[in-house]
Nanobody
Framework: QVQLVESGGGLVQAGGSLRLSCAAS????????MAWFRQAPGKEREFVAR????????YYVDSVKGRFTVSRDNAKNTAYLQMSNLKIEDTAVYYC????????????WGQGTQVTVSS
């Protein structure tokens, strides 16, 4: 089963940028798609963005369209989330997860990386 490790979070002012990384190991040949999720304090975990491992097709939740870009480097087994024009409401713990087939359940959750956006 694939294992995922997120990194790149931090404290940034509103309007700033951060790039998150999600490094995959073990069973990476089975990755069909990788997705980013986030969980703000007191809220449920929500989907943010998804990328197909082959082909690179992407999908975003409306609240981040035009500000976030998901990408992947297959050679490095790593997915990225470039976040720009950050807003206070983007503050959350960000997680990545992988699916091994169309419609499959996302699994391999990492420990998450904290993103805090200040005014």
């Amino acid at each position: 089963q694939v294992q995922l490790v997120e990194s790149g979070g931090g404290l940034v002012q509103a309007g700033g940028s951060l790039r998150l990384s999600c490094a995959a190991s073990g069973g990476t040949f089975s990755i069909y798609a990788m997705a980013w999720f986030r969980q703000a304090p007191g809220k449920e975990r929500e989907f943010v963005a998804r990328i197909f491992w082959s082909g690179g097709d992407t999908y975003y939740v409306d609240s981040v369209k035009g500000r976030f870009t998901v990408s992947r480097d297959n050679a490095k087994n790593t997915a990225y989330l470039q976040m720009s024009n950050l807003k206070i409401e983007d503050t959350a713990v960000y997680y990545c997860a992988a699916a091994n087939r169309p419609g499959g359940v996302y699994a391999g959750w990492g420990q998450g990386t904290q993103v805090t956006v200040s005014s």
